[in-house]
């Protein structure tokens, strides 16, 4: 049994998922539901989660799943007129949908050169990414330093969007750490059991390694870049 404006608020979410595949703003479902202030949404809300009708996905903002409808109303009543203004909705089959024009927190992990190597993984912070330009996986974030990427529209202040992987396939941008300490970010080639690291500007020059010299550390998933 939910009270009357939880139920509003389970149906105002479940309707705008299906409509969009977005979950509402809280100030979108403090208008809905003409409520005073963000804390009411918020109070709802938590209500909700702790029984379990719908949950937060983890670093993300934005984002609600609904796992269930509410039970069965009870004998004598109809939707909307329970006793002791609770009301109750006929079960239903729920959609687990998720928001498509979502933000997702991932690790951000420094400066990876797009040139000579550098040192990589200077500590951590986190960077909200659109989901939409990551596919299913680990990811992480690298700031690019340098120039060696241009020819492939990779610039010097870039985002890397870096799926996590130890293996990769010839002619895909990869980030290799080389020696087991530096990083670098470049098109990766074998050639005479050697591992050769390309750049995308031709005033760089290919790296050649030993196989054992180069860790594959991940592989190109998308840029995000900032205009000044």
Excluded at 47 to 54: M, N, V
Excluded at 69 to 84: F, I, K, S, V
Excluded at 208 to 215: A, E, I, K, M
């Amino acid at each position: 049994m939910l009270t009357a404006k939880q139920h509003e608020l389970i149906r105002f979410i479940q309707d705008r998922l299906e409509e969009t595949g977005i979950s509402p703003s809280f100030e979108e479902m403090k208008e809905a539901l003409d409520l005073k202030s963000k804390s009411g949404v918020h109070r709802l809300i938590s209500a909700l989660e702790e029984r379990g009708f719908i949950r937060r996905l983890p670093n993300r903002a934005r984002a609600l799943e609904v796992l269930k409808q509410p039970e069965d109303a009870l004998p004598g009543t109809r939707r909307g007129l329970a006793p002791d203004n609770l009301v109750t909705l006929p079960a239903a089959a729920p959609k687990r949908l998720e928001p498509a024009n979502d933000v997702i927190e991932i690790p951000l992990h420094g400066r990876i050169a797009a040139g000579m190597p550098i040192e990589a993984l200077e500590g951590q912070t986190s960077l909200p990414v659109p989901a939409a330009l990551l596919g299913a996986g680990e990811h992480y974030a690298l700031e690019v330093s340098g120039d060696s990427m241009i020819e492939a529209g990779i610039f010097d202040g870039d985002f890397a969007l870096v799926k996590r992987t130890d293996t990769a396939r010839d002619g895909e941008i990869i980030v290799a750490l080389v020696n087991g300490e530096e990083a670098t970010l470049k098109y990766l080639r074998r050639e005479d059991g050697k591992i050769r690291l390309d750049p995308a500007n031709a005033t760089h020059q290919p790296q050649f390694y030993h196989p054992g010299q180069v860790q594959v550390q991940g592989k190109l998933a998308g840029l995000l870049r900032r205009y000044h």
